[in-house]
Each structure stands twice: as structure tokens, then as C-alpha cells.
């Protein structure tokens, strides 16, 4: 990070240095954002903004400010985008571009480098916090015990992404890539002994690469990707308490209190994965253009586990308490997967396009593991060996063919029917007869919609799609369902447009174990002003009104009776942004912007959350603009009060732009 | 043949104008496009078009340089989103971009190409969006209902600039629903920040893998922590791990998982709150039961 400022330090000082005179000087309005023109020989074009934020709180719950929004104090570098000028012979183009840079929860930076006809570089890096405290009990009135969260991380993600791409745009054009994704930090976990749970502290440290090449060929109406690549995975995430824990269960248990006193739990998980990926498009006809991909991975996994409890616990299959247990276990699994699709689209007159689409994805995963467990109590030892194997079968496919005809020059039609079948089988209850579940995938879908234009004034379109029936893998998955995407936009004067949404899902499932009612609805609208292209005036408004019913059985094994999960939200999202920027008086331009958004929800879990924001700017000099920005969130849970907060931010920056 | 040659340029350069021509009158577009990505096609004889790159896509420019009648001209940006995607795919199809291969427009007859791209760079705009503000700014303005939902307390942080639409989606088309990305060769795109999540495991937990991250998840934006598609996360096990009894293998309609492998007082707050014991709920290398 130093580096990275030092460095913008010295582009700062760099540019600042071929900076004449300042536009009050020479009596130009400069516009905020607008690149100022550079001067032919101009190495570097581009803009910084280095600022500094103040954060007043939160006042509330700080856990779920950081899990929410997550905003510090502090020096920024909030953006930096540089385009260097051709360098023969090296590169006719570099561009750089980083972002929140400092302190701030996300961090991202881009390079590309690319030289016409010869090679393309780009390198992308990402740093995310992922910070979640987020209470997820159930119970609110619970215990206060329980107010802490026992599923919580301190986290980050990091991911980095480099591509070479050579001779892009001619015939043939291979291509090397490497990626890694990672996710490391401390956080909660439980450990559980039934009939208790232990909240404990844990560490979560894995990574992902990914190697790729392959080549890229286009020739005569043929495109053609072929790509190997292979994937190396690790896991060593563990846990671990040397803290007395009484746990969840704080009555005693048969005349015993439950306890753990220590706990050492360790995984060492290491995977590989092979992949080949095939595409190809062809236009075979001058009506006809074809296009299929192939895919294919072979991920698995091996998995080394100990783990070692001191403490008092039972053991269910003896009726006996211990003291201290120990496992370890190893484990294999190995999940060949394909995909394949096939898209043909045919235009046998000039109105009518025909599209038929078929895809497949196929999926096995066949595990095995050994697990061996060892109770000590005093005076006696239990050995357990559990030799156990899995499997999850999924074969999914999906036919659909579509008919779009172009009604009227403005109005085009398309329907069409969509057949999806498959099977999976997937581990069985252990409360049931069966060691494997099964369930086949039947569905007949009908596809309807129509799409409107008149010149570039209006846009208008809806897309219908309903089934009756047929088979599903889950209670909760589409049934009897229909649902509506429509949409619209009319700009009805110069600077003016109106735009409209609505979507609607409706699914049941009337099987009398189910009894499924399932509703989804939103609807928006808004409409923005941007007269003169928004140059000194930009008005946008948008109002988006969602619901969420949904009513499925269940039965209530505590009262061995049939309940309703019953879940409704009445979701109200409003958006304004206005932004003012009057003609420039004497050189000076500023230009202020207001507004925010605001979320409020009733039903289920009542929610309010506001983030309304106000920014100045003021060009200062040529290319020099101060920035200021004000913003405010709040949280408001009215069944869980005790999670809410709210925080006051203002953040001042100057910006140079060359 | 060389006779045959000579009468197919001569025949191509009566119908062409050269970019030249065109600059001319478009002073203004021309010089923008000399910035622009495209221009290499003017200056790449290996591209076919170079010196007469205006016309790869406005079609032969002859009759309009003598007319200059804006009938006798192809303008892509009043063609049908079908006829403007037909048009850019006959260069970009199978492209591979930042955000997954072109596969084909943007939606069934929604927007073309430019409705996304500004080819020629006006007002500014440039040829691809990639701050990723500027992206989600750029999805936001169709995809409004979206966008409420990223206003939600609980969501990916689009609206902090922390990621854009594209992360996750690939607007050019895609094999999965959705549009969503891929992932190595076929597996979501969440898996490429979720690593994690990926597997396989030794113990599967069937609904991730036969119907996705969404099954459980809001993955744009929830009123409920954890981004759950219900407000606690109990009743979001229920509804498949009903306990009512489901129909078995020998019936006509068999569904999974209704049955859970333990019967658990929910009136007691500590099992009202599965995934406190149940913590690899994703998935678990070491135990059916998804409990280690």
C-alpha cells in the first residue's frame, strides 16, 4: 500500500510539474470531470484522487456496521486511471486503473498492456474484506449466551487474474492465463457433541489457482476456442478452544454438565482438477449460424482430519459419557462433470427466425472415507471404524425451440416451448428405508413475448413463460408456475425518459404433503431528466415496489403437528440522485450533487435502511477539482433492535486530471 | 486472373468511399474512432477492411459520398437488436472477453450491441465500460429492479464499487441460467470467489449442486443476514426438510430431502437455528450429517 502511494506520490508531483497556468488564471471553466486537453507529446494522460475520510461512529451495533458497510477512517487513494501514450516498440497502449486504495474494505487495481496485432496483457487484482457478524439465531428472546453469533469471520478475499493473449485479432491467436482466488482470516465455528454445541475459534486459509491455455481460431464464418486447463486446490482451515466452554446446553444433561475444555480440530484438504473447454460457431449458410460448446472437468479431492475434544460429553451409541475423543479421518472424492449445448438458429425467410436450443450437464460424484473415532473414559476405551462411501448423481437436459417473426418492422413476436428432464440421486435419510434418494426432472414450459420499438423513442417488451405440472426435485422447486418479465422505456421529450418494470413469478404445488403457494412480484419505475445531456442538470428518480409470499407445510416435530412456514415482504426501494452544475461565473463551476436511496420492507422481518448522500465539487485550477462528499447509513431492524446503527461519513478529496 | 483481380477492385472500389471520404464530412466521429479499438481495423490489413474501416460495419459508402441521402447508407444503430447483433457476431462471435466468450446477444430481442457499446465514442462514452460503477451504472439504467435490490442492507457490495454486474453475469449469453459466468469449464461463478464452496465434497449437500446458490440465496440483495431467501434460516431448511412424508422411489413423483436425518424439538431456541451445528451446510468433507 505505501508503495502503491509513494508511487501515486510521485505521478502526482510528476504531472503537477507540467501544470502552467491555473484555469482561474486564464479565465477557463473547467468541468469537473472533463479530460483536459493534453498536449500532443504528453506522456501520461489521466486522473488521481487522494482524500481522506472521517467517520462519525457508528452509533449502534458495530458488528453490523463492518458486516453491512464497513467504511473507516482514514487517507484514501479513491481512484487513480492512467492511459500511457504508444511507446514504440513496446505497447501502442497501457492503461492502469486502481480503486479505494488505503484502508478501505475493497481494493482493486487493472493493468492492460497491448500492442496492435502482437499481444494483449491484462492483470487484474481484487481485495475484498468479508467481514460478517451478523447475528443468526433464530430466537431473539433466546438467552443473552446466544446473542453472540456463533457462526462469524474476520476475513478477506483476494483474487488475481493475468492474461496473455497473443497476435489478438488474426486467424489464430493462443492465449496463457493463471488465476487465484483466496479466502484466509480468523472467525466462529461450532464444534458439536450431542447434545450440545461449543462456539470456538477457528482459522479459514485456502486458495485456488487456476492455469488455462488455449487458442482462439477464426476463419471463413468458423470460430473455434480450444482451452486445457487444470486447477490446484487447498484447504487448512482448523479449530480451536483451550477456554472451559459450557456451550449452548447449559442445563446438565442426565445428572452431568456438558463441557469442553480443550479442542484441537485440523483439516488438510488438497485438490486438483483437469478441464477442457471447446467452442465453435459457424455459419454453415448464410441463413443458418450454429454455435456448441463442450466442457468437461474432473475435480477431486483428498481430505486428511484429526481432531481432538477433552472435556464431558455423551455418546448416544453407548449411553455412556467420556471425556476425551479423538477422530481422524481421510477421505476421497472425485466428481467428473460435462456440459455440452448446441444452438441453431435458422432464418428461412427474412421475418422468421427460428432458434433451437439442446443442452446437457452431467454430473457424478462418487465418494469414499474412513473415519475412526476413539472415546476414553476412566477406565475404559471405545474404538469405532466407519468405512462409509457416497454418491450424488445428476443428469440434467434441456431442449428448447423458439419462433421469433418480425409482425411489423417495430413489433416482433416469438413463442416457443422449453422440455427440461433429468434424474438425481442423491444420499438417503438415515431415517429412511432407502440408503439412496431418487427424483426425475420432467417439465413442459410454454414460451410467449413480444418486443416494440418506434425509432429510438420507445422500447417496450414482455416475456411469458408458464408450466402445468410434471416432476421437480424439491417441494420448493417450480411446479405449476407462470411467470411475466415486461418492460418499457419512452423518452417523450428531448432529455426526458420514462421507463417501467414488472416481473411477477407465481408457483404451486397443490401435492397435499407440499401445499406450496409461492408469490414473487416487483414492480419499478422511473424517470430521469437529463436536458442537454446532463451537462448542467441531471435529475433521476426510481421507485421499486417488491413482494415476497410464499406458504409451504411443514410438520413440527415437537408438537407432532402440521405447521405453516408462512413468509411475506412488502419491499419499498426508492432512489433519487439530482445533480446540479450552473454555468460557469468567473472560471468557477462547481457542481453538487444530492440524493440517496432508501429500503424499507414490512412482514417477516421489518426492515428500514437509509443511504442518503450529498457531494460538492469545486474545480479548483486547471484539471485540480475538490471533492466533498457527505453520507449517511442507517440501519433499523424493528423485531432485532438490537442491531441497528447508524454512521455519519464525510469524505474530502482532490482529484488532478490530465 | 489477374484481369478477373483487377475487375473485383475496381468493382470494390466503386461501390467503397475509404474512411477517408468519410472523414470529410464526419470530421468529428472520425477523429473519436481514431481512439477507439476498432481502429485497428482501419489500419490492419490483415482485417480486411483497412482504408475503408467506416464501411466494415455501415456497409459500401459510395452512393451516400455522392448523395449524401441518409437512406443510402446502413446505420446499425436504427437496425433491429437482432439485425445489430448478426452484424458485430459475424467478427465477435466466440470472442473471448474479461467477462466470458460472446456467445450471442444480450437478450432474446432486447437491446443490440450498442445499446451497451458506443462504437463511435460519443458524448464520451467509450467503447466498454469497465470502472465497475460505470458498469453497474450502465446495467442499473434497464435492470432497475435489480438495482433495488442492491439497496438492501444485505447484498453483494455492487453499490460500494467493491464488484459490478459482470463479476457474476456474462451479458454476451451464456450456457447457464441466468446469464450467469462460468467458473473453470462448467460450474457456477460464484465458486471463483467461493472457492471454498467448490468441492466436491465427501458429503454433498444435494440442493447446491441440482439447483444453485439460489436455491437458498438472495445473491443480489435480502432484507435477511446471510442473504437467505427467508428471514430465518430454520425456515429456509424446512420447507424441503419438511418431515412430512414425501413421496417415495416407488411412487410416480418422488422428491429429495424431505425427511431429515434427526427429529429436533424447534421449540428449544438452540435447535431454531440450523446451520449452528449443522456449520459445512455447503457441503462437508468429513460428515454426513454436515455437521465437521
Same mark, same amino acid.
Request: proline letters at 6%; aromatic letters at 10%.
Given at each position: 500500500m505505501?508503495?502503491l502511494?509513494?508511487?501515486?506520490?510521485?505521478?502526482?508531483?510528476?504531472?503537477a510539474?507540467?501544470?502552467?497556468?491555473?484555469a482561474?488564471?486564464?479565465?477557463?471553466?473547467?468541468?469537473p470531470d472533463?479530460?483536459v486537453a493534453? $498536449?500532443?507529446?504528453?506522456?501520461i494522460?489521466?486522473?488521481?484522487?487522494?482524500g481522506?475520510r472521517?467517520?462519525?461512529?457508528?452509533?449502534?451495533?458495530a458488528?453490523?456496521y463492518?458486516?453491512?458497510v464497513?467504511?473507516?477512517?482514514g487517507?484514501r487513494?479513491i481512484?487513480?486511471d492512467?492511459?500511457?501514450? $504508444?511507446?514504440?516498440p513496446l505497447?501502442?497502449?497501457?492503461?492502469? /486503473?486502481?480503486?479505494?486504495?488505503?484502508?478501505d474494505?475493497?481494493?482493486?487495481?487493472?493493468?492492460?498492456?497491448?500492442?496492435?496485432?502482437?499481444?494483449?496483457?491484462?492483470?487484474d487484482?481484487?481485495?475484498?474484506a468479508?467481514?460478517?457478524f451478523?447475528?443468526?439465531?433464530?430466537?431473539?428472546a433466546?438467552s443473552?449466551?446466544?446473542?453472540?453469533?456463533?457462526s462469524? +469471520?474476520?476475513?478477506?478475499?483476494?483474487?488475481s487474474?493475468?492474461?496473455l493473449?497473443?497476435?489478438?485479432?488474426?486467424?489464430i491467436s493462443?492465449?496463457?492465463?493463471?488465476?487465484r482466488?483466496?479466502w484466509?482470516?480468523?472467525?466462529?465455528t461450532?464444534?458439536?457433541?450431542?447434545?450440545n454445541?461449543y462456539p470456538?475459534?477457528?482459522?479459514?486459509?485456502d486458495?485456488t489457482?487456476?492455469?488455462r491455455?488455449?487458442v482462439?481460431?477464426?476463419?471463413?464464418?468458423v470460430?473455434?476456442?480450444l482451452?486445457?486447463?487444470?486447477?490446484?486446490?487447498?484447504?487448512?482451515?482448523?479449530a480451536?478452544?483451550?477456554? =472451559?466452554?459450557?456451550?449452548?446446553?447449559t442445563?446438565?444433561? +442426565?445428572?452431568?454438565?456438558l463441557?469442553?475444555?480443550?479442542l484441537?480440530?485440523?483439516y488438510?484438504?488438497?485438490?486438483d482438477? =483437469?478441464?477442457?473447454?471447446?467452442?465453435?460457431?459457424?455459419?454453415?449458410?448464410?441463413w443458418?449460424?450454429?454455435?456448441?460448446?463442450?466442457?468437461?472437468?474432473?475435480?477431486?479431492?483428498?481430505?486428511?482430519?484429526?481432531?481432538?475434544?477433552?472435556?464431558?460429553?455423551?455418546?448416544?451409541?453407548?449411553?455412556?459419557f467420556?471425556n476425551?475423543?479423538s477422530?481422524?479421518?481421510t477421505a476421497?472424492?472425485?466428481?467428473?462433470h460435462?456440459?455440452?449445448s448446441?444452438n441453431?438458429?435458422?432464418r428461412?425467410?427474412?421475418?422468421?427466425?427460428? @432458434?433451437?436450443?439442446?443442452s446437457t450437464d452431467r454430473?457424478?460424484n462418487?465418494?469414499?472415507?474412513?473415519?475412526?473415532?476413539?472415546?476414553?473414559?476412566?477406565?475404559?476405551?471405545?474404538?469405532?471404524t466407519?468405512?462409509?462411501?457416497?454418491?450424488? @448423481?445428476?443428469?440434467?437436459?434441456?431442449?428448447?425451440?423458439e419462433?421469433?417473426y418480425?409482425?411489423? $418492422?417495430?413489433?416482433t413476436?416469438?413463442?416457443?416451448e422449453r422440455?427440461?428432464?433429468g434424474?438425481?440421486? @442423491?444420499r438417503?435419510?438415515?431415517l429412511?428405508e432407502?440408503?439412496?434418494?431418487?427424483?426425475?426432472?420432467s417439465?413442459?414450459?410454454?414460451?410467449?413475448?413480444?418486443?416494440y420499438?418506434?425509432?429510438q423513442?420507445?422500447?417496450?417488451s414482455?416475456?411469458?413463460?408458464?408450466?402445468?405440472?410434471?416432476?421437480?426435485?424439491?417441494?420448493?422447486?417450480? /411446479?405449476?408456475?407462470?411467470?411475466?418479465h415486461?418492460?418499457?422505456q419512452?423518452?417523450?421529450?428531448?432529455?426526458?425518459?420514462?421507463?417501467g418494470d414488472?416481473?411477477?413469478?407465481?408457483?404451486?404445488?397443490?401435492?397435499?404433503?407440499v401445499?406450496?403457494q409461492?408469490?414473487?412480484?416487483?414492480?419499478?419505475?422511473?424517470?430521469?431528466w437529463?436536458?442537454?445531456?446532463?451537462?448542467?442538470v441531471s435529475?433521476?428518480?426510481?421507485?421499486?415496489r417488491s413482494n415476497v409470499n410464499?406458504?409451504?407445510l411443514y410438520?413440527d416435530?415437537?408438537t407432532?403437528?402440521t405447521?405453516?412456514?408462512?413468509?411475506?415482504?412488502?419491499?419499498?426501494?426508492a432512489?433519487?440522485?439530482i445533480?446540479?452544475?450552473p454555468?460557469?461565473?468567473?472560471?468557477?463551476?462547481?457542481r453538487?450533487?444530492?440524493g440517496?436511496?432508501l429500503?424499507?420492507s414490512?412482514?417477516?422481518?421489518?426492515?428500514?435502511?437509509?443511504?442518503?448522500t450529498?457531494? =460538492?465539487?469545486i474545480?479548483?485550477?486547471?484539471?485540480?477539482q475538490w471533492?466533498?462528499?457527505?453520507?449517511?447509513?442507517?440501519?433499523?431492524?424493528?423485531?432485532?433492535?438490537f442491531e441497528d446503527?447508524?454512521s455519519?461519513?464525510?469524505?474530502?478529496s482532490?482529484?488532478?486530471?490530465? | 486472373?489477374?484481369?478477373?483481380?483487377?475487375?473485383a477492385?475496381?468493382?470494390t472500389a466503386?461501390?467503397?468511399?475509404s474512411?477517408?471520404?468519410c472523414?470529410?464530412?464526419?470530421?468529428?466521429?472520425?477523429?473519436?474512432?481514431?481512439?477507439n479499438p476498432?481502429?485497428?481495423?482501419?489500419t490492419?490489413?490483415?482485417?480486411?477492411h483497412?482504408?475503408?474501416a467506416?464501411?466494415?460495419c455501415?456497409?459500401?459508402?459510395?452512393?451516400?459520398?455522392?448523395s449524401l441521402a441518409?437512406?443510402?447508407?446502413r446505420?446499425?444503430?436504427?437496425?433491429?437488436p437482432?439485425e445489430q447483433?448478426?452484424l458485430c457476431?459475424?467478427c465477435h462471435?466466440?470472442?473471448?472477453t474479461p467477462?466470458?466468450?460472446?456467445?450471442?446477444?444480450h437478450?432474446k430481442?432486447?437491446?443490440?450491441c450498442?445499446?451497451?457499446?458506443?462504437?463511435?465514442?460519443?458524448?464520451r462514452r467509450?467503447?466498454?465500460?469497465?470502472?465497475?460503477?460505470?458498469?453497474n451504472?450502465?446495467?442499473?439504467g434497464?435492470h432497475?429492479?435489480v438495482?433495488?435490490?442492491?439497496?438492501r442492507p444485505?447484498?453483494?457490495?455492487?453499490?460500494?464499487?467493491a464488484?459490478?454486474?459482470?463479476d457474476?453475469?456474462?451479458?454476451?449469453?451464456?450456457?447457464?441460467?441466468?446469464?450467469?459466468r462460468?467458473s473453470?469449464?462448467?460450474?457456477?461463478?460464484? +465458486?471463483?470467489c467461493?472457492?471454498?464452496m467448490?468441492g466436491p465434497?465427501?458429503?454433498?449437500?444435494?440442493?447446491?449442486?441440482?439447483?444453485g446458490?439460489?436455491?437458498?440465496?438472495?445473491?443480489?440483495?435480502?432484507?435477511?443476514?446471510r442473504?437467505?431467501?427467508?428471514?430465518?434460516v430454520?425456515?429456509?431448511?424446512?420447507?424441503?426438510?419438511?418431515?412430512?412424508p414425501?413421496?417415495q422411489?416407488?411412487?410416480?413423483h418422488?422428491t429429495?430431502?424431505?425427511v431429515?436425518?434427526?427429529?429436533?424439538d424447534?421449540r428449544?431456541?438452540q +435447535?431454531?437455528?440450523c446451520?449452528?451445528?449443522?456449520?459445512?451446510?455447503?457441503g462437508?468433507?468429513?460428515?454426513g450429517?454436515l455437521?465437521r
Amino acid at each position: 500500500m505505501r508503495t502503491l502511494l509513494l508511487v501515486a506520490s510521485f505521478l502526482v508531483a510528476a504531472v503537477a510539474q507540467d501544470q502552467t497556468a491555473p484555469a482561474a488564471a486564464s479565465g477557463s471553466a473547467a468541468s469537473p470531470d472533463a479530460p483536459v486537453a493534453t $498536449p500532443a507529446d504528453s506522456p501520461i494522460s489521466g486522473s488521481i484522487e487522494l482524500g481522506y475520510r472521517f467517520v462519525q461512529g457508528p452509533l449502534g451495533n458495530a458488528d453490523v456496521y463492518r458486516s453491512t458497510v464497513d467504511l473507516s477512517q482514514g487517507p484514501r487513494l479513491i481512484g487513480l486511471d492512467f492511459t500511457v501514450q $504508444p511507446v514504440k516498440p513496446l505497447f501502442d497502449r497501457l492503461e492502469v /486503473h486502481a480503486s479505494s486504495w488505503g484502508g478501505d474494505p475493497y481494493n482493486a487495481a487493472r493493468i492492460e498492456v497491448e500492442k496492435n496485432g502482437l499481444y494483449r496483457l491484462t492483470a487484474d487484482y481484487r481485495n475484498m474484506a468479508y467481514f460478517d457478524f451478523l447475528p443468526s439465531f433464530a430466537n431473539p428472546a433466546a438467552s443473552a449466551g446466544s446473542l453472540l453469533t456463533e457462526s462469524s +469471520f474476520d476475513t478477506r478475499i483476494r483474487s488475481s487474474d493475468v492474461e496473455l493473449e497473443m497476435l489478438p485479432g488474426r486467424w489464430i491467436s493462443p492465449y496463457f492465463g493463471w488465476s487465484r482466488s483466496s479466502w484466509y482470516g480468523d472467525g466462529i465455528t461450532d464444534f458439536t457433541a450431542f447434545p450440545n454445541n461449543y462456539p470456538v475459534s477457528n482459522s479459514i486459509s485456502d486458495s485456488t489457482n487456476t492455469f488455462r491455455g488455449g487458442v482462439q481460431i477464426q476463419s471463413h464464418g468458423v470460430h473455434l476456442v480450444l482451452e486445457e486447463g487444470g486447477t490446484t486446490f487447498r484447504d487448512d482451515q482448523g479449530a480451536s478452544d483451550t477456554t =472451559l466452554n459450557n456451550g449452548d446446553y447449559t442445563a446438565t444433561y +442426565f445428572g452431568e454438565q456438558l463441557n469442553l475444555s480443550s479442542l484441537s480440530e485440523l483439516y488438510r484438504v488438497r485438490g486438483d482438477s =483437469l478441464y477442457t473447454k471447446a467452442l465453435l460457431a459457424a455459419n454453415p449458410l448464410s441463413w443458418l449460424s450454429v454455435s456448441g460448446q463442450f466442457l468437461y472437468a474432473d475435480p477431486s479431492l483428498t481430505t486428511n482430519y484429526t481432531s481432538l475434544a477433552n472435556g464431558t460429553f455423551f455418546l448416544p451409541a453407548t449411553f455412556l459419557f467420556y471425556n476425551s475423543g479423538s477422530d481422524i479421518a481421510t477421505a476421497d472424492a472425485e466428481m467428473p462433470h460435462t456440459s455440452g449445448s448446441l444452438n441453431v438458429e435458422a432464418r428461412p425467410i427474412r421475418r422468421l427466425r427460428i @432458434v433451437e436450443y439442446w443442452s446437457t450437464d452431467r454430473l457424478h460424484n462418487a465418494t469414499s472415507s474412513l473415519l475412526m473415532e476413539e472415546y476414553l473414559t476412566t477406565g475404559s476405551q471405545f474404538l469405532t471404524t466407519n468405512p462409509d462411501a457416497d454418491r450424488l @448423481v445428476l443428469n440434467d437436459n434441456e431442449q428448447q425451440i423458439e419462433v421469433f417473426y418480425d409482425l411489423l $418492422p417495430n413489433l416482433t413476436v416469438h413463442g416457443g416451448e422449453r422440455y427440461e428432464w433429468g434424474d438425481a440421486t @442423491v444420499r438417503g435419510s438415515p431415517l429412511s428405508e432407502f440408503p439412496l434418494e431418487s427424483a426425475s426432472l420432467s417439465r413442459n414450459t410454454g414460451l410467449a413475448g413480444a418486443s416494440y420499438r418506434w425509432k429510438q423513442h420507445v422500447r417496450a417488451s414482455a416475456d411469458f413463460e408458464a408450466a402445468t405440472g410434471g416432476e421437480e426435485y424439491f417441494r420448493t422447486s417450480l /411446479h405449476n408456475y407462470w411467470k411475466l418479465h415486461s418492460r418499457a422505456q419512452w423518452d417523450f421529450l428531448t432529455g426526458w425518459r420514462l421507463a417501467g418494470d414488472f416481473f411477477e413469478l407465481n408457483n404451486n404445488n397443490p401435492d397435499p404433503s407440499v401445499n406450496l403457494q409461492f408469490t414473487s412480484r416487483a414492480e419499478s419505475a422511473s424517470l430521469s431528466w437529463l436536458p442537454n445531456n446532463g451537462r448542467n442538470v441531471s435529475v433521476l428518480l426510481e421507485y421499486t415496489r417488491s413482494n415476497v409470499n410464499s406458504n409451504i407445510l411443514y410438520l413440527d416435530p415437537g408438537t407432532l403437528g402440521t405447521a405453516l412456514s408462512a413468509y411475506l415482504e412488502n419491499g419499498n426501494t426508492a432512489t433519487a440522485l439530482i445533480d446540479l452544475a450552473p454555468k460557469a461565473v468567473h472560471g468557477f463551476a462547481p457542481r453538487f450533487s444530492f440524493g440517496g436511496s432508501l429500503f424499507t420492507s414490512a412482514g417477516s422481518q421489518p426492515t428500514d435502511y437509509y443511504q442518503p448522500t450529498a457531494r =460538492l465539487s469545486i474545480p479548483l485550477a486547471k484539471g485540480v477539482q475538490w471533492n466533498s462528499e457527505w453520507r449517511w447509513y442507517s440501519l433499523a431492524e424493528r423485531l432485532y433492535a438490537f442491531e441497528d446503527f447508524r454512521s455519519n461519513q464525510l469524505m474530502v478529496s482532490l482529484k488532478y486530471t490530465r | 486472373m489477374l484481369l478477373v483481380g483487377m475487375a473485383a477492385f475496381a468493382q470494390t472500389a466503386d461501390i467503397h468511399a475509404s474512411s477517408d471520404k468519410c472523414a470529410a464530412c464526419h470530421d468529428e466521429i472520425s477523429k473519436n474512432f481514431e481512439k477507439n479499438p476498432h481502429h485497428v481495423v482501419e489500419t490492419d490489413k490483415h482485417l480486411g477492411h483497412a482504408g475503408f474501416a467506416c464501411e466494415a460495419c455501415h456497409g459500401p459508402g459510395a452512393k451516400h459520398a455522392d448523395s449524401l441521402a441518409a437512406s443510402d447508407i446502413r446505420n446499425p444503430g436504427k437496425m433491429t437488436p437482432d439485425e445489430q447483433n448478426k452484424l458485430c457476431l459475424s467478427c465477435h462471435r466466440n470472442e473471448r472477453t474479461p467477462v466470458g466468450p460472446v456467445a450471442d446477444g444480450h437478450a432474446k430481442d432486447g437491446p443490440g450491441c450498442v445499446g451497451c457499446h458506443s462504437i463511435h465514442g460519443a458524448d464520451r462514452r467509450p467503447l466498454m465500460v469497465k470502472k465497475t460503477a460505470d458498469v453497474n451504472h450502465l446495467c442499473a439504467g434497464c435492470h432497475q429492479s435489480v438495482w433495488a435490490d442492491f439497496q438492501r442492507p444485505y447484498k453483494h457490495r455492487l453499490a460500494e464499487g467493491a464488484m459490478s454486474c459482470v463479476d457474476c453475469h456474462n451479458p454476451h449469453g451464456s450456457n447457464m441460467a441466468e446469464m450467469m459466468r462460468v467458473s473453470f469449464a462448467n460450474e457456477p461463478g460464484c +465458486f471463483r470467489c467461493h472457492g471454498e464452496m467448490r468441492g466436491p465434497f465427501t458429503y454433498e449437500h444435494a440442493p447446491v449442486r441440482l439447483e444453485g446458490c439460489a436455491a437458498c440465496h438472495e445473491p443480489h440483495g435480502s432484507a435477511n443476514p446471510r442473504m437467505l431467501i427467508r428471514q430465518e434460516v430454520r425456515f429456509v431448511c424446512l420447507e424441503c426438510h419438511s418431515n412430512l412424508p414425501v413421496p417415495q422411489p416407488s411412487t410416480a413423483h418422488p422428491t429429495l430431502g424431505g425427511v431429515p436425518p434427526a427429529f429436533h424439538d424447534l421449540r428449544n431456541p438452540q +435447535f431454531q437455528n440450523c446451520t449452528v451445528c449443522h456449520v459445512r451446510v455447503h457441503g462437508s468433507y468429513v460428515d454426513g450429517a454436515l455437521l465437521r
